[in-house]
């Protein structure tokens, strides 16, 4: 079907659907899963602010603390989420990175490089599940935009913040509404509200709990659009965040330049994580420079960062790598007098550190729906292990990947 029918039957689904009078028959549904990503929403905000809806998604499903993988920050674990790959194994291993054999730049807002398909390893759960015969819409994923394995999903666009989080659901409403020859089995939806308040006032802050609130009503509107359409237990709804948040402010800084002359070294990644590419022959001299010059730091030859991080192997992890304690900071002291000069003397949120002995960088996993267990809560578990269980909820065989299948198993009916 051309992509122009497809607009043209959207416009169409979106008019009767603000009828209220879309349903889906039973007999026409294949197996479905909508994948939320809550950035920035730690573990315990449900419990520690209002989340009612939340709270009620959980009740009747499946839920746990959700265990981020090193480095704790968004593009390298939403990209784990699904492809069920560490970031040292899929390649996005920070949220800003350096390709070495090419010297080219990975940011966030590098439209160019972030849809450029070079960056993205592993396969991702769009790619699985259109290879088996069924349509995705990952809206808003990171990874989504690039043809990775040389395709996009049926449905894609490029990230833009403007589009407002009602228009988001209402989008993903209207791809349940299609026929079902075009309809997608895999839906994502993207929520940064508890993020960006977490980094400008803190985990412990009013922002934060009112980002929680709307946050809560979003998924409220999702779930009444569902309702509408006798989809409320026919779908599988898995809600999950890519990290935590710690509490941080300018008096718990490391600042890098005091222990290092900076020139001609490439900082790739800073705060609380430290990434350094040296100039040849001086990797080891920037090594002893920083090892031990500060109790809240920890620096480590890339082949000796501890094994649970799984980032050794990948060649764009940096020579040098490090992390500072939970809420310390690692910074220029040129950043660091201009947050002062502006009065950004905290609390700030940050995150990133070490997620095993950070239990602040700890997420959420919520799942309800046909595929997933009722009213359980299971322990802990890292975030390698979802991709297998989405994989199951919507029928198809999962790419190799560093999951544990018991993980998945536990999660499911």
């Not at 228009?167 to 895999?186: A, I, N, S």
């Not at 890339?302 to 910074?331: C, F, M, N, T």
Request: hydrophobic content about 40%; aromatic content about 8%.
């Amino acid at each position: 079907m051309s992509r122009r029918l497809v607009l043209l039957l959207l416009l169409l689904v979106g008019w009767w659907a603000g009828t209220g009078r879309a349903q889906v028959p039973a007999s026409d549904l294949k197996p479905t899963v909508i994948l939320i990503s809550l950035d920035g929403w730690r573990w315990d905000y449900a419990q520690k602010y209002s989340a009612p809806t939340l709270s009620r998604i959980m009740a009747r499903g499946v839920s746990s603390a959700l265990i981020p993988s090193f480095p704790s920050k968004t593009f390298p674990n939403h990209y784990t989420i699904v492809t069920g790959l560490y970031p040292g194994d899929h390649g996005i291993i920070a949220n800003s990175i350096k390709d070495p054999p090419t010297g080219r730049r990975l940011t966030m807002s590098n439209r160019t490089e972030v849809q450029d398909a070079m960056w993205w390893g592993g396969e991702p759960l769009w790619v699985t599940i259109q290879r088996s015969g069924q349509i995705a819409a990952p809206f808003f994923w990171p990874g989504s935009e690039a043809p990775i394995m040389g395709q996009r999903a049926q449905f894609w666009q490029p990230f833009d913040d403007g589009v407002s989080p009602n228009r988001r659901v209402d989008r993903v409403l209207e791809w349940l509404d299609l026929p079902t020859g075009v309809r997608p089995t895999f839906v994502t939806l993207y929520f940064s509200d508890v993020d960006g308040a977490g980094h400008d006032f803190g985990p412990e802050s009013r922002a934060v709990a009112d980002a929680v609130r709307r946050v809560d009503r979003y998924l409220d509107r999702l779930l009444r659009g569902l309702a509408r359409r006798g989809l409320q237990d026919r779908v599988n709804l898995v809600i999950v965040s890519d990290h935590g948040m710690s509490e941080a402010n300018t008096s718990r800084v490391v600042i890098l330049d005091d222990y290092l002359s900076l020139n001609g070294i490439d900082i790739i990644d800073l705060n609380p994580t430290l990434g350094l590419f040296p100039p040849a022959g001086r990797e080891e001299a920037v090594y002893r420079a920083l090892a031990g010059a500060h109790p809240r730091l920890k620096v480590f030859r890339k082949a000796e960062s501890p094994p649970s991080w799984h980032y050794r192997d990948h060649p764009r992890i940096p020579p040098i790598v490090g992390v500072v304690d939970e809420g310390w900071q690692i910074l220029r002291r040129s950043t660091l007098a201009s947050q002062v000069a502006k009065g950004q003397h905290g609390p700030i949120g940050v995150h990133g550190y070490d997620p095993l002995n950070a239990l602040s960088m700890r997420g959420i996993f919520v799942a309800s729906g046909p595929a997933f267990r009722s009213g359980v809560t299971v322990p802990p578990f890292e975030n390698v292990h979802v991709y297998d269980a989405l994989a199951a909820a919507l029928g198809v065989t999962p790419a190799a990947n560093d999951g544990d299948p018991k993980v998945a198993r536990s999660l499911l009916r």
